[in-house]
């Protein structure tokens, strides 16, 4: 009899200590997974938060190389606008010069021409001038060889 007290009084403590290690076992585990949890989350958040912060930082980059760019591009095609205006510019007071210089140059050739003229015309108005005289006194000494001839 004292065997069979003595067995269960080891057996009850054998299934205490079991279910006692076991309930131990279950808070521990329930534990470890709690602080597992809050770990994890605190990770999560804090990577959440570096990557937001990574994110942002890019963003601003972004905008600022944007920005930058723009300002390039309008700073580029303003000094090429400036570029060519001057260039138009530039050639369209060539081309009235050239314009101005031709006429000059179609005024004093035409004056001159003219000028060439009237010297040829006076010129030419003098040798006729001489040759009709020429002529006539050839003329006039002829007429008076023949009245002389007739004359004598």
């Given at each position: 009899h004292d065997d069979v007290e003595c067995y269960a009084v080891t057996e009850i403590q054998r299934v205490w200590r079991g279910y006692r290690l076991n309930a131990d076992f279950m808070v521990m585990v329930t534990c470890a997974t709690t602080i597992?949890?809050?770990?994890?989350?605190?990770?999560?958040?804090?990577?959440?938060?570096?990557?937001?912060?990574?994110?942002s930082t890019l963003q601003?980059?972004?905008?600022?190389?944007?920005?930058?760019?723009?300002?390039e591009v309008q700073s580029f095609a303003a000094t090429e606008i400036q570029r060519v205006w001057r260039?138009?510019?530039e050639n369209v007071?060539?081309?009235?010069?050239?314009?101005?210089?031709?006429?000059?140059?179609?005024?004093?050739?035409?004056?001159?021409?003219?000028?060439?003229?009237?010297?040829?015309h006076n010129s030419i108005r003098i040798l006729q001038r001489f040759s009709r005289r020429f002529l006539a006194k050839l003329e006039m000494c002829?007429?008076?060889?023949?009245?002389?001839m007739l004359q004598r």
């Open positions: 597992q949890a809050v770990i994890r989350g605190r990770r999560a958040r804090f990577d959440t938060a570096i990557q937001r912060n990574a994110i601003r980059a972004a905008r600022s190389m944007l920005t930058r760019i723009q300002s260039g138009y510019r007071d060539f081309m009235i010069a050239v314009m101005s210089s031709i006429k000059i140059q179609a005024i004093v050739r035409g004056r001159q021409a003219r000028q060439d003229m009237a010297t040829q002829r007429v008076l060889a023949a009245v002389s």
